[in-house]
């Protein structure tokens, strides 16, 4: 069974940092694409970026909004992606989910999820 | 970017009768190539993360009920919920992955009438 747990969300003031990390298990990490979608309260999901498996370049994106300040990396010897969020605004509030993809959908189509870490920027 | 748009923003629903959703997006998604969709369809229960319910535009993940469809050319496109349960009450949103970054419609609920 596929199990996404996310860790490392809270509260922090903005301008400030946080590092979230997500281990996952029951599927071949070195080969996964992995992916973060965020989610404000009462809005629509919102894509944030993803890292390619190492065999397929290990590069990575990013949506404009966190282009900059964010920085997706792995550790395939812990099974783990980590998403570092840096300069933090108040717009970055929202629940933050790792994701793996539908293979050979270039970590579009987004099967597994993650239960979801909650990042509260306050002023 | 491409952007995703709904309809209905909500739409209620006779149990066991059919429930539509549609979605458009501001560029063609297919790709010519393959001749594939690059569209997805999530549900969204409240407190839960989506579940990926058709990817490729028309294909039904695994375990997904038949009673779920999706259609579509290469910029509109179609969930059918074709006998609505109760267990159906939810958002569904839309999402392309043609191109970074990939985007989301803004969800439409469903709800039993």
Known sequence: EVQLVESGGGLVKTGGSLRLSCVASGLPFIEAWMTWVRQAPGKRLEWVGRIKSKGGGGTTDYAAPVKGRFTISRDDSKNTVFLQMNSLKTEDTAVYYCTKDVPFTGGGAMLYWGQGALVTVSS | ?113
């Open chain 2, 1 to 113: 970017d491409i952007v995703m748009t709904q309809s209905p923003d909500s739409l209620a629903v006779s149990l066991g009768e059919r429930a539509t959703i549609n979605c458009r997006s501001s560029q063609s998604v297919l790709d010519s190539s393959n001749n594939k969709k690059y569209l997805a369809w999530y549900q969204q229960k409240p407190g839960q993360p989506p579940k990926l319910l058709i990817y490729w535009a028309s294909t039904r993940e695994s375990g997904v009920p038949d009673r779920f469809s999706g259609s579509g050319s290469g910029t509109d496109f179609t969930l059918t919920i074709s006998s609505l349960q109760a267990e159906d009450v939810a958002l569904y949103y839309c999402q392309q992955y043609s191109s970074t970054p990939f985007t989301f419609g803004p969800g439409t609920k469903v709800d039993i009438k």
